[in-house]
């Protein structure tokens, strides 16, 4: 069975370029959720999407992040414009629902971003 | 607010030592809680997680979980690491229908 898919894995841009990862959840999950990682600060919960819907976007940072779920298999997070503090891995997870957001989160091999 | 504490960064043990990795967390409520582990380059995956019941739970790869209320503490164990352990290991908490919250994550190093 497929994973989690992201794309791309590693993207390099410069300072004020648009970033757009992207995922694609297993199919059957109604939950989605995009997390950073980083040396300082670890794994950080940015938004997370139930039945498509945003349920809560309080860890995105900063008005220069948005993300959209248009179907419940594809996913996008987009930074505009970048910067090199968010240079980063970037997550998205899925999971099956039946208890809310507790269950099992299957993770995607991540999006590495490096803002130049 | 629930949070995690995971008592050091990196952690290093002799192949065929006994692996603890300790945990500490705080909620309002009866939480869940997990142990991933990260190979370097790839996503988290889960090893075991403590729900409700049994409160010594085992994982994938040998390894053990004992949830204790009275200390809000679930630490990892594993009798025998193996160089295959190498890893980040991450222990979260999500008390019951909210969000989950990782830990800072520990590094285990295992020796030849």
């Known amino acids: 069975d497929a994973g989690v898919i992201q794309s791309p894995r590693h993207e390099v841009t410069e300072m004020g370029q648009e970033v757009t990862l992207r995922c694609k959840p297993i199919s059957g999950h109604d939950y989605l959720f995009w997390y950073r990682q980083t040396m300082m600060r670890g794994l950080e919960l940015l938004i997370y999407f139930n039945n498509n819907v945003p349920i809560d976007d309080s860890g995105m940072p900063e008005d220069r992040f948005s993300a959209k779920m248009p179907n419940a298999s594809f996913s996008t997070l987009k930074i505009q414009p970048s910067e090199p503090r968010d240079s980063a891995v970037y997550f998205c997870?899925?999971?099956?629902?039946?208890?809310?957001?507790?269950?099992?989160?299957?993770f995607g091999e991540g999006s590495r971003l490096t803002v130049l | 607010a629930q949070s995690v504490t995971q008592l050091g960064s990196h952690v290093s043990v002799s192949e065929g030592a006994l692996v603890l990795l300790r945990c500490n967390y705080s909620?309002?409520?009866?939480?869940?809680l997990f142990w991933y582990v990260q190979y370097p380059n790839q996503g988290l995956q889960l090893l075991l997680k403590y729900t409700t019941g049994a409160t010594l739970v085992k994982g994938i790869n040998g390894f053990e979980a004992e949830f204790k209320k009275s200390e809000t503490s679930f630490h990892l164990t594993k009798p025998s690491a193996h160089m295959s352990d190498a890893a980040e290991y991450f222990c979260a908490v999500s008390p019951r229908g909210q969000k989950v919250t990782f830990g800072i994550g520990t590094k285990l190093q295992v020796i030849p």
């Open positions: 997870a899925s999971s099956l629902g039946g208890g809310g957001v507790a269950g099992e989160l299957f």
């Open positions: 909620s309002s409520v009866p939480p869940y």
